[in-house]
């Protein structure tokens, strides 16, 4: 099992294209997914200098079997430094730590905090609390029409 760091300085990866990680996302993020298309925004994002974030993803027998993609805020102080956009462990890589050990690479490879929105539903949030993360706020959303 290999990790690959994508970050802006190093662009898009030569082996694995924005498309085919959003392919994966799409793929393995079940209900709590969005459309390719969203998924490809938070990716082009993280890849952009004058956004930055980064892009991890774990490989085995070169394919992608989990990834992680994290957005930088800008807000550096008063909101987090980042927000984990994106967080999917491949169907059959379950259950086995994945998950914990990308999460702990992307706290390690992450200068500042990092923020995350998770369904309650979602069992992702048991790990994420016993990584230290706390539910600080309750999130409330306005959609103009």
Not at 8 to 32: A, C, M, R, V, Y
Not at 68 to 83: A, Q, R
Request: charged share 25%.
């Amino acid at each position: 099992m290999d990790y690959i760091i994508i970050d802006p300085q190093s662009g898009e990866s030569k082996q694995f294209s924005n498309d085919h990680i959003s392919d994966f996302l799409e793929n393995n993020l079940d209900q709590f997914g969005d459309k390719k298309e969203y998924i490809l925004k938070a990716i082009e994002y993280a890849l952009n200098p004058d956004r930055g974030g980064l892009i991890l993803l774990c490989i085995e027998n070169d394919q992608i079997i989990g990834a992680v993609v994290i957005n930088k805020t800008g807000m550096d102080g008063y909101i987090p430094s980042n927000i984990l956009v994106y967080i999917a462990v491949h169907k059959e890589h379950r259950g086995k730590g994945l998950g914990r050990k990308l999460m702990l690479e992307v706290m390690n490879k992450t200068k500042g905090g990092i923020a995350l929105h998770v369904e309650p539903e979602n069992p992702a949030k048991y790990l994420y609390e016993k990584l230290g993360f706390t539910h600080k706020y309750l999130e409330m959303r306005y959609v103009h029409n």
